[in-house]
């Protein structure tokens, strides 16, 4: 079921990852599974409030509901119905609840399928602790990453073939002939493309990204001394890019020879992926913006999320040049499901995102003074309160308090 936008709603403008956004814009949702549909809905309560705090009435979402998931393929028989992929191509914002992704079997991941559709080629993932969470680091305020994933390359790509399958036979009797590579009868395929236009344009994002927002550092993570054609090709690429675009604006740390960052400069490095992840844990300090192509980038964000203690509060945003997709970094949760008990934080840091990505940052403050304000008064949900020794609020709850805390 696709619901029909609020009346007055106009489309938002997406050129070149930059948004022209009307005073109405019509925003996409859809509730997802599991605890998809209660977090979605209290965010939701929760934008409208802080558009409400910060633009006294002359701004308005006009919010529109579509049907993926579970529910969708009950309905319609498809879990990405065709009325759902049109309208995501005509209004290109959408905040997205958790939806389920098989393990082994099954359906290809609607995540994916919806990236591929809008070509959100980019994840950006900030990972900063907040005071009252319980890391396993001693210092924990260390952690302040932006994580920039490649979102569109990779093994995410899905080219892969059971081993018994016709496919498998024929690939591995091709090698074998062709290429004079072995491998085992038994083996499933799959093939690992990375291409240097897609590296360079996600490259490009992250450097503008970086100097944007002022940051420090930024890494490429790759597994080039292994993978030399495809994530050590990423590294060469990435390194082009910087070099023959944005000349004056990063130093190099091989050119450093070990001396200061000059001022006004941006130190570039890379890291091999193995040893990223023992820095991110031994030397967060030493890290900011993290660059990685897909599959390395997925783990990374989950490993430095734990690093804050709790990957239910962080939230993350697909974007490309003509749209954008925001939703929580977590899963759906489906034992939490309609027991009013989860935690919110994820979608609504998403939804701060998409509010900042629309231009309306003073909306995507408000909530950010509310949810420290929240944590600060101990007003939290199951996931948080157990950490502080007081009674937990339920989502519905959590989601009153903030509104109510943007008043204040």
Same mark, same amino acid.
């Given at each position: 079921?696709?619901?029909?936008?609020?009346?007055?709603?106009?489309?938002?403008?997406?050129?070149?990852?930059?948004?022209?956004?009307?005073?109405? &814009?019509?925003?996409?949702?859809?509730?997802?599974?599991?605890?998809?549909?209660?977090?979605?809905?209290?965010?939701?309560?929760?934008?409208?409030?802080?558009?409400?705090?910060?633009?006294? @009435?002359?701004?308005? /979402?006009?919010?529109?509901?579509?049907?993926?998931?579970?529910?969708?393929?009950?309905?319609?028989?498809?879990?990405? &119905?065709?009325?759902?992929?049109?309208?995501?191509?005509?209004?290109?914002?959408?905040?997205?609840?958790?939806?389920?992704? &098989?393990?082994?079997?099954?359906?290809?991941?609607? *995540?994916?399928?919806?990236?591929?559709?809008?070509?959100?080629?980019?994840?950006?993932?900030?990972?900063?602790?907040?005071?009252?969470?319980?890391? &396993?680091?001693?210092?924990?305020?260390?952690?302040?990453? /932006?994580?920039?994933?490649? *979102?569109?390359?990779?093994?995410?790509?899905?080219?892969?073939?059971?081993?018994?399958?016709?496919?498998?036979?024929?690939?591995?009797?091709?090698? =074998?002939?062709?290429?004079?590579?072995?491998?085992?009868?038994? =083996?499933?395929?799959?093939?690992?493309?990375?291409?240097?236009?897609?590296?360079?344009?996600?490259?490009?994002?992250?450097?503008?990204?970086?100097?944007?927002?002022?940051?420090?550092?930024?890494?490429?993570?790759?597994?080039? *001394?292994?993978?030399?054609?495809?994530?050590?090709?990423?590294?060469?690429?990435?390194?082009?890019?910087?070099?023959?675009?944005?000349?004056?604006?990063?130093?190099?740390?091989?050119?450093?020879?070990?001396?200061?960052?000059?001022?006004?400069?941006?130190?570039?490095?890379?890291?091999?992926?193995?040893?990223?992840?023992?820095?991110?844990?031994?030397?967060?300090?030493?890290?900011?913006? /993290?660059?990685?192509? *897909?599959?390395?980038?997925?783990?990374?964000?989950?490993?430095?999320?734990?690093? /804050?203690?709790?990957?239910?509060?962080?939230?993350?945003?697909?974007?490309?040049? =003509?749209?954008?997709?925001?939703?929580?970094?977590? @899963?759906?949760?489906?034992?939490?499901?309609?027991?009013?008990?989860?935690?919110?934080?994820?979608?609504?840091? @998403?939804?701060?995102?998409?509010?900042?990505?629309?231009?309306?940052?003073?909306?995507?403050?408000?909530?950010?003074?509310?949810?420290?304000?929240?944590?600060?008064?101990?007003?939290?949900?199951?996931?948080?309160?157990?950490?502080?020794?007081?009674?937990?609020?339920?989502?519905?709850?959590?989601?009153?308090?903030?509104?109510?805390?943007?008043?204040?």
């Amino acid at each position: 079921m696709v619901t029909q936008p609020a009346a007055g709603g106009q489309p938002v403008t997406v050129e070149n990852g930059k948004c022209t956004t009307p005073s109405t &814009p019509i925003v996409l949702y859809i509730e997802g599974d599991g605890i998809g549909p209660e977090i979605v809905q209290v965010t939701r309560a929760v934008v409208d409030a802080s558009v409400r705090a910060a633009y006294r @009435g002359s701004r308005q /979402i006009s919010w529109m509901r579509l049907s993926a998931g579970q529910q969708a393929e009950i309905d319609t028989g498809s879990r990405l &119905p065709k009325e759902t992929e049109a309208a995501i191509l005509k209004y290109k914002i959408l905040l997205k609840g958790p939806l389920e992704t &098989p393990v082994g079997e099954g359906f290809r991941s609607l *995540n994916v399928q919806i990236r591929m559709l809008l070509d959100l080629y980019a994840n950006i993932r900030p990972v900063k602790f907040m005071p009252g969470l319980e890391s &396993p680091l001693k210092r924990p305020e260390k952690v302040d990453l /932006i994580i920039v994933r490649e *979102n569109t390359d990779d093994l995410y790509r899905g080219i892969e073939w059971e081993s018994a399958s016709k496919e498998a036979r024929e690939l591995r009797s091709f090698l =074998s002939n062709k290429f004079k590579v072995e491998i085992e009868n038994d =083996s499933g395929i799959g093939i690992k493309p990375m291409g240097k236009s897609k590296t360079q344009r996600v490259a490009r994002l992250a450097y503008k990204y970086a100097i944007d927002n002022s940051r420090r550092v930024v890494t490429i993570m790759h597994k080039g *001394n292994i993978m030399k054609y495809t994530e050590g090709a990423f590294r060469v690429w990435a390194y082009e890019v910087a070099r023959n675009e944005f000349p004056n604006q990063f130093v190099f740390e091989g050119d450093l020879k070990g001396g200061p960052v000059p001022p006004g400069k941006l130190l570039l490095n890379d890291r091999i992926a193995d040893n990223m992840f023992q820095q991110i844990i031994t030397r967060p300090d030493s890290y900011d913006v /993290i660059l990685a192509p *897909n599959l390395n980038g997925d783990y990374i964000s989950d490993a430095a999320g734990a690093l /804050i203690g709790d990957i239910g509060v962080l939230g993350g945003a697909n974007i490309g040049d =003509s749209g954008g997709m925001f939703e929580a970094v977590h @899963g759906t949760a489906p034992k939490y499901a309609g027991k009013n008990v989860a935690n919110p934080l994820g979608v609504i840091r @998403g939804a701060q995102m998409m509010l900042r990505f629309m231009g309306w940052m003073e909306a995507a403050q408000i909530i950010e003074d509310a949810v420290e304000k929240s944590i600060a008064s101990k007003q939290v949900t199951q996931d948080l309160a157990r950490y502080f020794g007081v009674t937990p609020l339920g989502t519905k709850e959590y989601g009153s308090v903030l509104v109510s805390l943007m008043d204040k």
